[in-house]
Nanobody
């Protein structure tokens, strides 16, 4: 399974970005999807997750109410709509895939990762 992120860029505080993740194939160990981010000098952290049907979504406290995760299974795409962006949202954003089980907020639960897309928010 290959994951390719796109949509990153440089925006001002308060702006918006929409990240996309293209998935090469759905497999039993890649049905739930997550977004993580990593700022320089910091550990990779959970941002958001979504189950197969889209009926369950999960968010880090720091982004809840500002970010929205969604997916289009037919097109093999996962999205992260990011609004009201803040400088602390700056980092490399990674798309990841995991099976139907396990803690979605931990990096070790994920079987596949993309290479990431840079998001930079200027103050």
């Amino acid at each position: 399974v290959q994951l390719v992120e796109s949509g990153g860029g440089l925006v001002q505080t308060g702006g918006s970005l929409r990240l996309s993740c293209a998935v090469s194939a759905w497999t039993p160990d890649s049905v739930r999807m997550g977004w993580f981010r990593q700022a320089p000098g910091r550990e990779r952290e959970f941002v958001s997750g979504i189950n197969w049907s889209g009926s369950l979504t999960y968010y880090a406290d720091s982004v809840r109410g500002r970010f929205t995760i969604s997916r289009d299974n037919d097109e093999k795409l996962v999205f992260l709509q990011m609004n009201n962006l803040k400088p602390e949202d700056t980092g490399v954003y990674y798309c990841a895939a995991t099976s139907s089980y396990g803690n979605m907020e931990t990096t070790t639960s994920y079987n596949y990762w993309g290479r990431g897309t840079q998001v930079t928010i200027s103050s």
